[in-house]
């Protein structure tokens, strides 16, 4: 199995910076992809970053520029540097890593962590 810790959420003024961070542990040969979605009540879930295993990043319109996604492969870990805080990113926050097995791959979520950005 595979779990996913997340850190970092909070609340955090129009304007501020957070971190958030995600840990995975298990029993697994390595990780290929990982990602960060976000949901607010009422709508679906999505992507907000991704992290290759190779190191290349995607983001969505609304982030770029003010989120960075990087990763710790020694430490099986991802992170998200949100800067320039808007009220829109408040959303409860979702890590998510493919990983690979013997044969196979595994897709796994966080818990989840909400961010609240006052104005």
């Known amino acids: 199995q595979v779990q996913l810790v997340e850190s970092g959420g909070g609340l955090v003024q129009a304007g501020g910076s957070l971190r958030l961070s995600c840990a995975a542990s298990?029993?697994?040969?390595?990780?290929?992809?990982m990602s960060w979605y976000r949901q607010v009540p009422g709508k679906q879930r999505g992507l907000v970053a991704v992290?290759?295993?190779?190191?290349?990043?995607k983001y969505a319109d609304s982030v770029k520029g003010r989120f960075t996604i990087s990763r710790d492969n020694a430490k099986n870990t991802v992170y998200l540097q949100m800067n320039s805080l808007k009220p829109e990113d408040t959303a409860v926050y979702y890590c998510?890593?493919?990983?690979?097995?013997?044969?196979?791959?595994?897709?796994?979520w966080g818990q989840g962590t909400q961010v609240t950005v006052s104005s």
């Open positions: 998510n890593v493919v990983v690979f097995f013997e044969g196979h791959y595994g897709n796994y």
């Open positions: 298990g029993s697994f040969f390595g990780i290929n992809t």
């Open positions: 992290v290759s295993s190779g190191g290349s990043t």
